[in-house]
């Protein structure tokens, strides 16, 4: 009966994950405009301050924030529905598409209805960077952090420590001068660092099992190897989901078929470089979280072995590859409130969100550098259209986000 009341939350947070195109940044857009803009679930400095907190831990940064938006809203219980409702369709389809991977070609996943998907998260990109740039950008320090973060993160946007980096040092900056923001008189609290212990012990009871299970050759192995493989991809991946699909091809598919590699684990996870390829291709045209791959991958690692192990896999992965993000960002969110009473870390806000308004610059930049020249020959006014009009319709309608996603989506289709 508590949950009843946020009925209506979770109902935004289901079509949210139906109609989420674009990755993190992407996402973020959209949140704005959901559970900022229209539900007002959130202030836009608390959705700041969510993502900031977000991007400096591993994992997946857009399922974090959500869930934070879950436990802003209804405490624990509500935080971990919406981290479930969010996953769920996402995994869903890409665990259903393990069983069908041999009967799918790449080529037909390039369908018209998802050409404008591209210009769509530009606009919802640059919707964000404006919000983000009116909250966080007031002074010339923060104007040197946003242009100098923008112009790094645009240079090397595929080093994946390169946000966690700009971060850190966006808040050192800010913390060299103590005159705006200084110490307040509340005293912080003593920390209690206790919770963090569970998500260490599951990262080194898993790494121990596995490697026992590996070479006392278990029954069975496999599922502990898979967990152990993707709980670890989840704990240290920075840089989002196209990251994760690089360790995962290091992992599954080139460790495999290397002389080393089965020289010292010969039964260790396998998944044909075809499969691997399918899977990497639909997890682009889907929408929700790029981490549901590891549902596709969980199934693929186990699809020898009949249906229900296959389904198993599919589990596994799915629970494995979030179970760390939602540790990380649950047990050390309060730790992180706690802190913020130290004025060392209120003064590092300032920087550290002004990364963040340089980082969404600098995707939106990199996004419309990446849709090709033949794509502008063909349909660019299109997509100069769709970009502005997204960006156009978020600002100054009362459009739902879903519509917005599902409208763009109909101009694939027709035009």
Known sequence: ???????SFLKAVFLHSLTAFGGPQGHFGMMLKTFVAERKDISREELMEYNAFCNMLPGASSTQVLTLVGY??????????TLLIWMAPACLLMGSLSFLVRHIDNKSLQHDVFKYVAPMTIGFL?????????????NTITSVIMVMSAVLCFAFFKIPWMIPLLIVTGGFITNLSDRRIPQGK?????????????????FIAAGFLSEQARKNDWPNRRPLNLFENTYRFGSIVFGGGQVLVALMYEQFVIRPESEKGIQKNPNMIRIEREAFYTGAGIVRAMPGPVFSIASFMGGMAMSDRGTGWQVAGCIIGSI?????????VLFFFPIWNNLKKYAVVFRALEGINATIVGFLVASTLYMLKDITSSE??????MNITVITGTWLLLAYSKLPSPLIVIFCLALGFFF
Do not use: C
């Open 376 to 381: 502008w020959t063909d349909h660019g006014w």
């Open 126 to 138: 640059g919707y964000a960077s404006v919000i983000a740039f009116r909250l966080a950008v007031n």
């Open 1 to 7: 009966m508590v949950l009843f009341r946020h009925i």
């Open 320 to 328: 494995a590859i979030f179970l760390p993000s939602v540790l990380l």
């Open 186 to 202: 509340e005293k912080p609290r003593k920390i209690n660092w206790a919770n963090g212990w569970l998500f260490a012990f599951l």
């Open 72 to 81: 802003k809203r209804g405490g624990i219980q509500l935080a971990l529905l």
